[in-house]
């Protein structure tokens, strides 16, 4: 039997990795609540909360050992990005992890000085996934002095200070960021187009991982109000009404968690193995934050929809992290086009 059969379909984690959620669990818990996530808005980014992450080493973790990182792979850190969704932590950390990690794959010494800079958090990195052929949002260029991009030849890294924020409905920190009027810099690479594809298959992974947990702790909420409100005598969390589609909430995030964590190892152990399970998992763990997220303010009523509720920050979340890794129209179809290609 191949050994790595029984890991294709078993993502349970290890000692190892459970001590890494609790540790991050814990971390998100007390330095990212609800009041610092609204105190960041409208850029999400929070410095203090950066600061403070940095103490953990998480900047570093999923950079090799040879390079002075740590070595863990996707399958750890997509852990972690469940914890930050969790937490809707205002930082750029998805984008960052794996913009770092494509900078050290890429191997160029010419930008030594600015990986470790980022491995050490001092320079925070942002990633443009779309060809920067010209100019372009990007998720995290309002707190990131440098984004790594590919413009269609080679990678490259964008820098400048102080882009201006551009608002949005789910507070993450937009900027337009223009290759023709700031500094650019270009990365030696021996298969540029290659490394930004795994990169970019990463930073879906992770953002279905965060998707997962936002949807969780979305339901979370859900789940305590109907069991502390009442109707006629009885709990709300006793009518099929609701009981039915929290249920169905909580299923849906039981299969997207598998799926981000199958994609998360597959990346790890067989990266050109089922290329479509990082697209894949962002495409589902979208459908499950939007209907999930949706189904939570629905089922706190009116007060749900309220601007001072907190599942109003889970809702206008939902969209708008999957947008920042890619349009799911276009995710799905891609999927289908490898998924025929592999059938042919």
Do not use: C
């Not at 979305?218 to 502390?228: C, D, G, H």
């Amino acid at each position: 039997m191949d050994p790595n059969e029984l890991r294709r379909i078993d993502f349970s984690l290890s000692e190892e990795q459970e001590a890494i959620r609790e540790l991050f669990a814990d971390f998100f818990e007390k330095q990212s609540p609800t009041t610092t996530v609204r105190a960041a808005e409208p850029t999400g980014f929070d410095p203090q909360l950066w600061e403070q992450l940095l103490e953990l080493g998480v900047t570093q973790m999923g950079v090799p050992e040879e390079q002075g990182g740590d070595g863990v792979g996707i399958s750890e850190l997509v852990i972690i990005a469940e914890e930050f969704g969790r937490a809707l932590a205002p930082v750029p950390l998805l984008e960052h992890v794996v913009a770092t990690r494509l900078l050290a794959a890429a191997g160029d010494d010419s930008v030594g000085e600015l990986l470790a800079a980022a491995m050490a958090g001092e320079r925070i990195l942002g990633l443009a996934i779309d060809p920067l052929t010209g100019r372009q949002l990007v998720s995290s260029a309002a707190a990131a002095s440098d984004v790594v991009a590919f413009d269609g030849e080679s990678l490259v890294v964008v820098s400048a200070e102080g882009r201006a924020h551009v608002p949005n409905q789910a507070s993450l920190p937009y900027a337009w960021v223009d290759p023709s009027t700031e500094r650019l810099t270009r990365v030696a690479a021996a298969d540029p187009a290659g490394l930004f594809d795994v990169a970019l298959r990463e930073f879906k992974t992770l953002t279905a991982a965060g998707l997962v947990g936002l949807t969780d702790a979305a339901l979370q909420l859900s789940l305590e109000f109907v069991k502390s409100r009442e109707t006629m005598g009885v709990a709300l969390g006793v009518l099929q009404g609701v009981a039915f589609p929290l249920a169905d909430v909580a299923i849906a995030i039981a299969g997207s968690r598998n799926l981000a964590y199958r994609a998360a190892w597959f990346m790890d152990h067989e990266p050109d193995t089922e290329p479509w399970l990082q697209a894949s998992a962002l495409v589902e763990a979208t459908k499950t934050a939007t209907v999930g997220a949706t189904t939570s303010q629905h089922m706190q009523g009116g007060l749900g929809f309220t601007v001072e509720a907190d599942a109003s920050l889970y809702f206008l979340r939902a969209k708008g992290w999957a947008l920042a890794a890619g349009n799911p129209r276009d995710d799905s179809r891609r999927i289908g086009e490898l998924r025929i290609g592999s059938a042919a």
